[in-house]
């Protein structure tokens, strides 16, 4: 099985930014499409931002424009870079990989096989 481990997270200004990781425990970056999502309690994982193996990349209209996601696969390590901050995207945010899937959407959770215990995020 593929391990994800998430960091960056913590407290921010609104207008702030913050960078995530997830370093995988296997060649995973690259080979497998991978995706970011977020969530807050009671109410269903929201895809954030994803990334196919052909680099080809997918955002939530929310996060368009302030967030992005790459990776480095000689560190199999995912990022997600965001900027702007609102309130309204704090969350818990997981990493996620695999495919479980390959014809959901590349921001539904159905799509993913793997997933991060998360890293949390708080703007203020």
């Known amino acids: 099985d593929v391990q994800l481990v998430e960091s960056g997270g913590g407290s921010v200004q609104v207008g702030g930014s913050l960078r995530l990781s997830c370093v995988a425990s296997v060649d995973t970056i690259g080979r497998y499409c991978m995706g970011w999502f977020r969530q807050i309690p009671d109410k269903e994982r929201e895809g954030v931002a994803g990334?196919?193996?052909?680099?080809?990349?997918s955002y939530a209209d929310s996060v368009q424009g302030r967030f992005t996601i790459s990776q480095d696969s000689a560190k199999d390590t995912l990022f997600l870079q965001m900027n702007s901050l609102k309130p309204a995207d704090t969350a818990m945010y997981y990493c996620a990989s695999g495919t479980s899937d390959p014809y959901s959407d590349l921001l539904h959770p159905r799509r993913y096989k793997y997933w991060g215990q998360g890293t949390q995020v708080t703007v203020s």
């Open positions: 990334i196919e193996s052909d680099g080809s990349t």
